[in-house]
């Protein structure tokens, strides 16, 4: 038995043991994601040391790795190969690992263009309430088997089961890449963010602050040369620069406490009575820091047609996300308790 059968069996003990005395168990990688969600009142189940890359195939384009594999780790990896992941998933942290990054369902600003955390998943392995190993998917891209129930785990927040190993899909890097800044008002960026989404421009990444559209342009280098001309604006020579910041919020329009995420129509207007918001994915999310009450930031961006997240905040967060419609609230407990029948992952953390 290698080390991590051994680990893998004593997380099977911990969570029998658990759910024995009635325990709830809070899943727990690098933690470079804790923040997010609601606080919890359980046991930590630390899963950081089952980590490493199981199997990549760079002509496949595909990659399995355990939870606890750093993605710093997984990006190096790929960048051998010139290749990536397609998400351009946030970080918060140097230790930030695959299992939080699917855990939690963060995509960074290429998501729009090239699809979510969840569109990526292949497959995953899962030890559920049961201290059962289950998989679900495979390690290929056509999968034609049904649903696939893997991407159920993307976005639960391990309150589904430890998440063991991740298969995912990966992409080729872009023969070239130019961030283009053009000044204009938050409502005329919005627009033109969806008009430029309906018309073949290789746009990678787009976002409004400050009173400038970004627009990062990725693809062979004739096609990003005819876009550059096509939209103008001024080439910033550190693009990558800004595109980290915001993926990682380390830019100070998004240090703000509490900081919201209102996720809406691509075409919704900016609602200035909040103040400026950071804008990206093609006008689909808008940040903003404000200390209006949750009720009515929720009632406005139910009028808009979208929800709002509580993403950060200076207390503990009791209720960051906002609550679901009953049917869907009553199908996401029917899963909940057919892999997790007695709650030990119940954490309340979403």
Known sequence: MNIHDQWLAATGERVLQARAEKRKL??????SKGF???VVDADTLDVAEYAGVVDYQPRELT???RAGTRLEVI????????QMLPFEPPHFGADATLGGCVSTGLSGPRRPY????RDAVLGTKVLDGRAQVLRFGGQVIKNVAGYDVSRLMVGAMGTLGVLLEVSVKVLPCPESECTLMLEMPADRA????????ASPVPLSATAWRAGHLYVRLSGTESAVQAAMQKIGGAKIPDGPAFWQALREQTMP??????LWRLSMPTAAKAFTALGQPVIEWGGGVRWYGTDMPADTLRALAKQAGGHVTLFRSHQPIT??????????AALHQRIRLALDPHGVFDTGRM
């Open 26 to 31: 809070s899943i727990r990688g690098s933690g």
């Open 36 to 38: 997010y969600g609601n």
């Open 63 to 65: 990659l399995t790795a």
């Open 75 to 82: 990006e190096a990896l790929l960048a051998k190969n010139n």
């Open 114 to 117: 090239a699809g979510a955390v």
């Open 190 to 197: 919005v627009e033109i963010m969806n008009l430029w989404a």
């Open 253 to 258: 329009d998004l240090a703000m406490r509490p």
């Open 319 to 328: 209720q960051a996300f906002t609550p679901l419609p009953e049917p869907l």
